[in-house]
């Protein structure tokens, strides 16, 4: 079975752009959500879908957006780019809702210049 | 608020000695807790969990972790460690009743030497 598959792996855009990340979870998982990961630090989380609605949002601002599709696929998008928005994005599916924990994909590695 | 503390950022050791990598946390209601690993130019690992029951936790590669709840505290172990274990370790938790997601530490580099 395919793990978490997120596209682009690398992408780089421009401050002010637009950007947007896909992932698809593991076959038959219902719940995917999205963290931020900047260098050196540990991931935060930006948002959690389950069943196609949004369970849960981090500190994040509305540049940040998120929807699940009904095959459960997901896309983040970040509006009017930051410099300080360059990160490793992080998509992490489950079966439930998560508590017995996510399994990640690759990432997108996303820079802002 | 609950939040996740790796007091150590980073951690050498020799290879085929031991290792603790440390975590704490504070909440004020039960957790879930994770450890995750993460590889050089690669995503988050899912080492192992406590959800319930047994307070120690192993994994398929050696590691073991226990749960205290008195010392909030969630610690990672190995009894031997191997060159190939050099990467980056993270601590999460979920709170119970309270949303799903994790929430992580600051992360620990584990560095294995000859």
């Known amino acids: 079975d395919a793990g978490v598959t997120q596209s682009p792996t690398h992408l780089i855009k421009t401050r002010g752009q637009h950007v947007t990340l896909r992932c698809s979870p593991i076959?038959?998982?219902?719940?995917v959500s999205w963290y931020q990961q900047v260098l050196g630090q540990g991931p935060q989380f930006i948002f959690q879908?389950?069943?196609?609605?949004?369970?849960g949002r981090g500190n994040f601002p509305d540049r940040f957006s998120a929807r699940q599709f009904p095959n459960y696929s997901s896309e983040l998008n970040v509006n009017a780019l930051l410099l300080g928005d360059s990160a490793l994005y992080l998509c992490?599916?489950?079966?439930?809702?998560?508590?017995?924990?996510?399994?990640f994909g690759s990432g997108t590695r996303l820079t802002v210049v | 608020a609950q939040s996740v503390t790796q007091l150590d950022s980073q951690v050498p050791v020799f290879e085929e000695a031991p290792v603790e990598l440390r975590c704490n946390y504070s909440?004020?209601?039960?957790?879930?807790l994770f450890w995750y690993v993460q590889y050089p130019n690669q995503g988050l690992q899912l080492l192992l969990k406590y959800l319930s029951g047994s307070t120690l936790v192993e994994s398929i590669n050696g590691f073991e972790a226990e749960f205290n709840k008195s010392q909030t505290s969630f610690h990672l172990r190995k009894p031997s460690v191997h060159i190939s274990d050099t990467a980056e370790y993270f601590c999460?938790?979920?709170?119970?009743?309270?949303?799903?997601?994790?929430?992580f530490g600051t992360g620990t580099q584990l560095k294995v030497e000859l």
């Open positions: 992490a599916s489950s079966l439930m809702a998560g508590q017995n924990g996510y399994t």
């Open positions: 999460a938790v979920i709170l119970t009743g309270g949303g799903n997601k994790l929430t």
């Open positions: 909440s004020s209601v039960s957790v879930y």
């Open positions: 076959s038959g998982h219902k719940s």
């Open positions: 879908y389950y069943e196609k609605e949004e369970r």
